[in-house]
C-alpha cells in the first residue's frame, strides 16, 4: 500500500541510500487478486504472452472484448503500438 511504499522510502532516504535492486518471481496471472494498483496503461500484447496473462488478470474475461476491438479498429499492436488505460476489476 502507499503506506508501505513511503515507509521504505523514507528509510531508504535515511539510510542515504539512493537506489535499490530487488528481484521476485511473481506471476501475475488470471486469479490473482490485485492489492496496491487500480489499473494499467499498456501496449496491446501478443496472443499467450506472459503480459496478456497480467491484463486478463486485471480486467478478467473482458480483456476479450478490448482485443476485438482493437483488431476491429485496425489498432497497432506491440511495443510501438497504441495503448490503453485499463480499470481493473475489484
Known amino acids: 500500500t502507499f503506506q508501505a511504499?513511503?515507509?521504505?522510502?523514507?528509510?531508504?532516504?535515511?539510510?542515504?541510500?539512493?537506489?535499490?535492486?530487488?528481484?521476485?518471481?511473481?506471476?501475475?496471472r488470471p486469479g490473482y487478486s490485485m492489492k496496491s494498483t487500480q489499473g494499467i496503461i499498456t501496449n496491446f500484447h501478443q496472443p499467450g504472452s506472459t503480459?496478456?496473462?497480467l491484463v486478463s488478470a486485471g480486467i478478467g474475461e473482458?480483456?476479450?472484448?478490448?482485443y476485438t476491438h482493437a483488431m476491429a479498429n485496425?489498432?497497432?499492436?506491440?511495443?510501438?503500438?497504441?495503448?490503453?488505460?485499463?480499470?481493473?476489476?475489484?
Open 51 to 53: 503480459l496478456l496473462l
Open 5 to 28: 511504499y513511503s515507509a521504505l522510502l523514507d528509510h531508504l532516504e535515511g539510510e542515504g541510500i539512493s537506489s535499490l535492486a530487488l528481484q521476485t518471481q511473481l506471476m501475475i
Open 74 to 90: 485496425k489498432y497497432r499492436f506491440l511495443s510501438y503500438g497504441d495503448s490503453s488505460l485499463l480499470y481493473f476489476n475489484r
Open 62 to 66: 473482458s480483456w476479450k472484448d478490448v
